[in-house]
């Protein structure tokens, strides 16, 4: 078994307890072998077990705790073997070192390890000719596979066009509650995520440029559904880059025209936005 002893000697030690023995990686020709690997990797709750029989089968898992991995090993044992059944064990290695080979979690991470916190610069595009540009801050706390956490968006547009090319401003804030299901390969994690929450869209009245207005300004309050997928490399064992692309639909529950609008004109939001973002992720 591969990895090192914090990771993979809860797992030794239950093998132990089952009649399975657990080599140094010399064992006899004559005996069947199973390998496995242990690697914890850093920011991801949940351990990845790879195995290999004797006949070159592989499998790879996420499991949560050591009981789940040695059942899962002891299932890949031969029950045709003259001999008693070996885990190899080998010195630790890297995932990267390790891609064909099979890898495993196999110790609890620590409360914290479930928790992660990313900023993020945005730009996004909601039609019209318009360009918003902002931040956002986004938390999570891993329950099962599913990290549910929480968003915090505030956007700004000072540059968007009526039909008549009047400009304005406006800004938005919005606050999302989210499920996200992070997953590992390759060195990457990959994240699709689902939000849905609240929003409010200030816009100030435009900036007439043929002396009558096509759209006016005002507040508008709504619902927001976001869909998104991010993908993230590991800097360090706390830090990860990550890149994110999504989109949102935005449904209006109330909209208040600023009083000194045009006659006949009212608040109108946008309905759909394209985004896409650059974050920083910490991890404890």
């Known amino acids: 078994m591969l990895g090192a002893n914090r990771i993979a000697e809860p797992v030794r030690a239950i093998l132990r307890a089952h009649d399975v023995s657990t080599g ?3 064992c006899k020709d004559t005996t069947a072998r199973v390998q496995a690997w242990l690697i914890a990797e850093p920011g991801v709750r949940g351990y990845v077990l790879r195995i290999q029989d004797p006949f070159g089968r592989k499998s790879e898992r996420r499991i949560s705790d050591a009981d789940t991995a040695a059942s899962l090993i002891e299932s890949w044992l031969a029950p045709e073997s ?33 928790w992660r916190i990313s900023g993020a610069a945005e730009i996004a595009t909601s ?36 039909l008549d090319h009047d400009t304005g401003d406006r800004s938005a804030v919005e606050l999302l509650a989210l499920a996200a299901l992070p997953f590992a ?28 207005a096509d759209m ?22 706390h830090l990860t880059l990550l890149g994110e692309l999504g989109a949102s639909h935005a449904w209006s529950l109330e909209s208040r025209t600023n009083p000194g609008s045009p006659p006949g004109l009212r608040m109108t ?9 650059m974050a920083l992720q910490y991890v404890p």
């Open 216 to 237: 006016a300004g005002g507040d508008d309050i709504g619902l927001r559904l976001e869909a998104a997928a991010s993908a993230g490399l590991s800097l360090s064992g």
């Open 82 to 114: 003259d001999g008693v059944a070996v885990v190899a064990t080998g010195p630790a290695v890297a995932r990267a070192q390790a891609a064909d080979e099979t890898e495993t979690r196999a110790a609890k991470p620590t409360p914290s390890a479930g």
């Open 127 to 162: 039609g019209e000719e318009s360009l918003w540009y902002g931040a956002s801050v986004t938390s999570c706390g891993s329950i099962g596979a599913v990290c549910l956490g929480g968003r915090l968006r505030m956007l700004h547009d000072d540059r968007f066009f009526d």
């Open 185 to 212: 390969t390759h060195g990457v994690t990959l994240t699709p995520l689902l939000g849905f929450g609240v929003a409010r869209l200030h816009a100030d009245n435009p900036v007439l440029l043929d002396g009558e």
């Open 24 to 26: 140094d990686g010399q």
């Open 269 to 277: 939001a946008p309905t759909n936005y394209l985004r896409a973002a």
